[in-house]
T-cell receptor, first 116, second 115 residues
């Protein structure tokens, strides 16, 4: 089974500072990678996804992530955060095979808090 | 267009009671997923439906949990004889088809509290 690890449960940062949220996964098969954001009392919203091709993926709200196959990582970055980026961020993986097709495996989430 | 909707948004129930949670997927989406979000376990897959195929129930935690999808659209997740450990936010998602590279669109969730 898939395992997704988000190394930091909480990341506090000041406004306009850069941020990196880390994600590592375990898989011996081809995978697709996703980052979702959850604002308070809302559902999950897709930030970005890696399916194939360029390993640097750009998403909404100025976020980007880089797929590193050798390190099985998919870290999320933003060069300058805003207070409105305060939310919980989830890394997710989907296997490209068999009966688990489409099912998402999630990390535990990282709470990003941006301070003024 | 309209997104995924779930009802109720909040449900408080007594231990031992049955509850039903409803999900209305995006029109035209053939795949529907249920996940559970709890403090201790994070986000866990429960079940998914794809068209008329048999559902993948591999994530259901016990036989007290069941789900159905009528007419390929609305889905109901039923929890019988609720326990306190069932307290969680239950999220529903839908996608055009059940393939790994197709985005899942999530509803706002139903917060279940078992007292």
């Amino acid at each position: 089974a898939q395992s997704v690890t988000q190394l930091d449960s909480q990341v506090p940062v000041f406004e306009e500072a850069p941020v990196e949220l880390r994600c590592n996964y375990s898989s011996s098969v081809s995978v697709y990678l996703f980052w979702y954001v959850q604002y308070p009392n809302q559902g999950l919203q897709l930030l970005l996804k890696y399916l194939s091709g360029s390993t640097l993926v750009k998403g909404i709200n100025g976020f980007e992530a880089e797929f590193n196959k050798s390190q099985t990582s998919f870290h999320l970055r933003k060069p300058s955060v805003h207070i409105s980026d305060t939310a919980e961020y989830f890394c997710a993986v989907s296997e490209n095979r068999g009966s688990t097709l489409g099912r998402l495996y999630f990390g535990r989430g990282t709470q990003l808090t941006v301070w003024p | 267009g309209a997104g995924v909707s779930q009802s109720p948004s909040n449900k408080v129930t007594e231990k031992g009671k049955d509850v039903e949670l409803r999900c209305d997927p995006i029109s035209g989406h053939t795949a529907l997923y249920w996940y559970r979000q709890s403090l201790g376990q994070g986000l866990e897959f429960l079940i998914y439906f794809q068209g008329n195929s048999a559902p993948d129930k591999s994530g259901l935690p016990s036989d007290r949990f069941s789900a159905e999808r009528t007419g390929g659209s609305v889905s109901t997740l039923t929890i019988q004889r609720t326990q306190q450990e069932d307290s969680a936010v239950y999220l529903c998602a839908s996608s055009i088809i059940s393939q790994a590279n197709y985005e899942q669109y999530f509803g706002p969730g139903t917060r279940l509290t078992v007292t």
